[in-house]
């Protein structure tokens, strides 16, 4: 029975340390932006780039720190120092409107620094679709991200809010895959890839664009 404990004890220190979110992380997901009576399918990509270290690294000034529920705030010293936390993510966006004739139209792209307010340390145990290791949500510019692990190597970021652009600021949604570089690609979210289907959408945008502009005929 001792050495059936030990050998458990030592298989859960390995899972521990196997544990590891930091590095790149690839996005790619699918939604809408609206204006007005238009509603245009798009395309969001990007990058993130998370880190990571252990609580005893951390900057003598970082005094506080969320515990693995992501809600309560508790003294960095109160807490096994060997343990690893998230201590920053960095992530850049594109936005893509896009509809079925293949059209990209790149209409917004912008580089959101750090999103932890305070170092988080890891759950217990791997993330899972049904129980997800979840960010506190981060606005910036008016727009609010969430960031969801669901496992290791994958997990889902949410936008959602207004981006400024040349036609002024358009309603954004959407559900993005997020995966760790050199992993396979989980699938996107369904929820929100409803938007203009047919080839009116980019047409409708360029309408957009000349409310906005003067086009002159040479």
Known sequence: MKKFLLLLMLLTVTVAEAYELSGTWNIYGTGFVEKSFVRISLKLSGEMELFTCKVSELSDDVLQILSNDTVT???????????????????????YALDKSGIDVKIWDDNIPNGIRLPIVYPEFEATLNDPFTLPSVTQNGLTYTVS??????????????????????????????????????????????????????FALMMLLAGRYKFVRN
């Not at 010293?77 to 993510?89: E, M």
């Not at 002024?168 to 992993?183: P, V």
């Open 73 to 95: 705030v508790i003294n960095r010293y109160d807490v096994d120092q060997n343990l690893s936390c998230l201590r920053a993510y960095d992530i850049n966006l594109r936005v």
């Open 149 to 202: 692990f669901t496992s290791e190597t994958s997990g889902k970021l949410r936008v959602q809010g207004y981006i400024d652009t040349s036609i002024g600021d358009i309603e954004l949604n959407s559900d993005a895959a997020i995966w760790k570089n050199g992993t396979p690609q989980p699938s996107t979210e369904s929820e929100t890839k409803s938007g203009c289907n047919s080839g009116l959408g980019i």
